[in-house]
Structure formats: structure tokens, C-alpha cells
């Protein structure tokens, strides 16, 4: 099993930028699709974006899409995720999660994922 160590979080003003690391061991990174999850206060968790273990294809919520990027760097076990033009409602706790289809991204599904990170804060406020 694979563990999962995130940073990067903090307080940004809208418009701003974060980015977040997920430092990986026991496994090499691309062993498994590897992504971000959040859970903002009185919601459910949801998926942000991911890559594919099989080809670093990556997938990403629509609510993130050309605002958010995943990269991963596989010589540092760690995966990123660059988060542009933040707003208010990306505020959460964000997770890094690995062993999931990447599928999961947009169903909603996130129950049996098979290891997950134990989340960073992100505050997006004025």
C-alpha cells in the first residue's frame, strides 16, 4: 500500500494561486492512478482531478477544468497540483488519494479508494 504525505495549503485571496504536493512511498508513483480529492464544510467528498497509471492521461471535475493542473514527477514520487484563479467555493480540505478508477473524478464515488493522504487546507478568501 502505498502512503501519502500532501502540503501546500493555505490562505490565498480570490484570484490567486496555490500549488500542492503529494510526496508518495512504498510504491512507485505510477503503480496506480494517483489524484486530488476535496471536502468542503457540510458536503460531500469530490473528486478534482487525477492521472492514469496506465499512460499519465489525466482527468480533471469540470468545475476545475482550465483553472487546475495535475503533474506528476516520477523520479520524486510526487504528484501536483497547480491551482490557478482560485475562488471562494475551492475552499476545502483537499486529499491526495491513489488506487481508484479514474472514473471516480466525476461519478462521485470515493468510498473504496485504497489509500488516501491526510488532506490539506485550502482557504480561498478576501
Known amino acids: 500500500q502505498v502512503q501519502l504525505v500532501e502540503s501546500g495549503g493555505g490562505l490565498v485571496q480570490p484570484g490567486g494561486s496555490l500549488r500542492l504536493s503529494c510526496a508518495a512511498s512504498g510504491l512507485p508513483l505510477d503503480y496506480y492512478a494517483i489524484g486530488w480529492f476535496r471536502q468542503a464544510p457540510g458536503k460531500e467528498r469530490e473528486g478534482v482531478s487525477c492521472?492514469?497509471?496506465?499512460?499519465?492521461?489525466?482527468f480533471y471535475a469540470d468545475s476545475v477544468k482550465g483553472r487546475f493542473t495535475i503533474s506528476r514527477d516520477i523520479a520524486k514520487n510526487t504528484v501536483y497540483l497547480q491551482m490557478n484563479s482560485l475562488k471562494p467555493e475551492d475552499t476545502a480540505v483537499y486529499y491526495c488519494a491513489a488506487d481508484f478508477p479514474p472514473a471516480y473524478i466525476y461519478s462521485g464515488s470515493y468510498s473504496d479508494v485504497g489509500s488516501w493522504g491526510q488532506g490539506t487546507q485550502v482557504t480561498v478568501s478576501s
Open positions: 492521472i492514469s497509471r496506465s499512460d499519465g492521461s489525466t
